[in-house]
């Protein structure tokens, strides 16, 4: 049995190869993001009921694209519901 003996360097070696890696395999989760959401990706996204995202097609609040009978919605369109929807709290006091 031979002993092998770690030192200092191969420790710090190690911990800079270990954060690079785990850096690699963070990093790309944060920055991707679909252009196109099908419908329970933007339910679970928005937290709403699919009746709630149904009433939201059907009177043009969010816009979406059909295809093969699936709907498809464009990431950048929720991001401008939801913008556009923006109330400070003193105007919703009076509603």
Same mark, same amino acid.
């Given at each position: 049995?031979?002993?092998?003996?770690?030192?200092?360097?191969?420790?710090? #070696?190690? %911990?800079? &190869? $270990?954060?690079?890696?785990?850096?690699? =395999?963070?990093?790309?989760?944060?920055?991707?993001?679909?252009?196109?959401?099908?419908?329970? #990706?933007? %339910?679970? &996204? $928005?937290?709403?009921?699919?009746?709630? =995202?149904?009433?939201?097609?059907?009177?043009?609040?969010?816009?979406?694209?059909?295809?093969?009978?699936?709907?498809?919605?464009?990431?950048?369109?929720?991001?401008?519901?939801?913008?556009?929807?923006?109330?400070?709290?003193?105007?919703?006091?009076?509603?």
């Amino acid at each position: 049995m031979a002993i092998e003996v770690i030192t200092r360097e191969d420790l710090i #070696e190690f %911990r800079s &190869l $270990l954060l690079n890696d785990l850096k690699q =395999l963070i990093q790309p989760q944060s920055q991707q993001i679909k252009q196109w959401l099908k419908s329970n #990706e933007v %339910r679970k &996204l $928005l937290n709403i009921s699919p009746g709630t =995202l149904q009433n939201l097609r059907v009177n043009g609040t969010l816009s979406f694209t059909k295809v093969g009978g699936i709907m498809y919605y464009s990431y950048s369109d929720i991001e401008k519901v939801l913008s556009g929807n923006i109330q400070n709290k003193d105007t919703r006091l009076f509603k």
